[in-house]
């Protein structure tokens, strides 16, 4: 089967994730992380591209971002690809390609769903094992929305702004939220989509996208199509 082209719109927020290559390590030290961090703020500032969350694991990453322009998001993954991959090998004495084949990206609907975007991300270091508690983990921006830090990497998202009237409110709702975590069934849905490169949102947001794409925004439904039934009245 041929392979989709990828659905990035500018103005939307897209779930993004990055792999290591046969599952190997894509940070092996902090000094890397920082390395990322520092191509992921270069590459966003240049294509003028808003991040709104990050969660840094060894190998993998998942990112929030709104690209300014149909192919910002392309040109900055790209970049920071190129940038940051030749660093590591640098770094490390190694050769070849660091990243699994190209990244993943959904299209995320603005209002709840972005909202689980973004506990997605900030929670997965919990959902994995790695820490007990979101601000646990020092490489995702959980402690910039919990106002532990101020992260000058991050854009708030139109979700964040909707969780109170005052950042105490903001951060408030947004703690009650990390410590109950990502209910399974929405962690496992906003995964799915990852990976295959759906969108995600209601019927009418979809509808919207397939009309503004020339490329499916779902999966089609499995089996054929059903019959039409025969009428007594003779329809033709």
Not at 15 to 20: A, D, E, I
Not at 38 to 53: C, F, N, T, Y
């Amino acid at each position: 089967m041929a392979r989709l082209p990828r659905l990035a719109l500018a103005g939307h927020a897209h779930l993004v994730s990055l792999y290591g290559h046969s599952g190997q390590a894509v940070f092996i030290d902090d000094e890397d992380r920082r390395q990322f961090l520092a191509a992921l703020r270069e590459s966003a500032l240049q294509q003028r591209v808003s991040v709104h969350g990050y969660a840094l694991l060894d190998d993998h990453v998942h990112l929030l971002l709104s690209p300014t322009t149909g192919d910002g998001l392309g040109r900055l993954m790209q970049g920071l690809g190129r940038r940051y991959g030749a660093g590591f090998n640098r770094r490390h004495g190694r050769r070849g390609t660091l990243w699994a084949g190209r990244f993943r990206a959904t299209v995320v609907q603005p209002g709840a769903l972005l909202l689980d975007a973004m506990l997605f991300i900030d929670h997965h270091p919990v959902r994995t094992g790695r820490v007990a508690a979101a601000p646990d983990h020092p490489w995702s921006s959980a402690r910039h929305h919990l106002g532990s830090v101020a992260d000058g990497l991050i854009t708030e998202c139109s979700a964040w702004w909707l969780l109170g009237n005052t950042p105490f409110e903001r951060e408030a709702a947004y703690r009650r939220m990390l410590d109950e975590g990502l209910p399974l069934s929405r962690a496992t849905m906003l995964a799915e989509a990852g990976r295959k490169d759906w969108a995600l949102g209601d019927a009418s947001f979809l509808a919207d996208l397939a009309q503004r794409t020339a490329r499916p925004v779902r999966p089609r439904p499995r089996g054929r199509p059903s019959a039409k039934p025969k009428s007594l009245a003779g329809d033709v």
